[in-house]
Nanobody, 123 residues
């Protein structure tokens, strides 16, 4: 199983980035997908999640209204559109696959993880 995250970079505050995560080696439509992030010196935290059929999405309060998670099961891919970025969004972003019915906010629930992509927001 491989999850390949991409799309990170350096952006000014107020800007946008779109992260992508390409999955292989698993039945993608059988997994809820999540995005997590980890800033230096901090614990990994849930950012957004999406159910298997994209019927529902979930967001951390800190990103609600600014970030949008989506998925394309025909392409085995999940995306995170990030708008109105803030310096506090700076972190390594990870995609992950959760076999549960509802994508968990807890990292321990996820079976597979991508390698992470760095997002840096300058003020």
């Amino acid at each position: 199983v491989q999850l390949q995250a991409s799309g990170g970079g350096l952006v000014q505050a107020g800007g946008s980035l779109r992260l992508s995560c390409a999955a292989s080696g698993l039945t993608f439509s059988s997994y809820g997908m999540g995005w997590f992030r980890q800033a230096p010196g901090k614990e990994r935290e849930f950012v957004a999640g999406i159910k298997r059929t994209a019927s529902r999405t979930y967001y951390a309060d800190s990103v609600k209204g600014r970030f949008t998670i989506s998925r394309d099961n025909s392409k085995n891919a999940v995306y995170l559109q990030m708008n109105s970025l803030k310096p506090e969004d700076t972190a390594v972003y990870y995609c992950a696959a959760d076999p549960g019915l509802i994508p968990s906010t807890y990292a321990d629930a996820y079976d597979y993880w991508g390698q992470g992509t760095q997002v840096t927001v300058s003020s």
